[in-house]
């Protein structure tokens, strides 16, 4: 049987369970996964978004900052 049709006949017999039956199914699914290794949380590498922003705002991020923190008059508006 190929992989495609087999599959669809899980998918189909999933939805004849109950909500309940289907969450219980997903963290035993999730639980299998870990277990094997593709389903590894990854740490965010903040690093990698340095920089993103330049060129997004018209002024420097310092200035953005200093005109709208909470010392700037905006707060007490």
Known sequence: MPKVIAMEKI??????????????????????????????????????????GKGLWKEDAQTYVLVTGPNSGWASM
């Open 11 to 52: 998918e189909k017999e999933i939805e004849k369970l109950t909500p309940q039956q289907q969450l219980k199914l997903v963290e035993k699914l999730a639980h299998h996964l870990r277990k094997t290794g593709l389903a590894v949380k990854k740490e965010m590498d903040w690093k990698g978004l340095y920089g993103l």
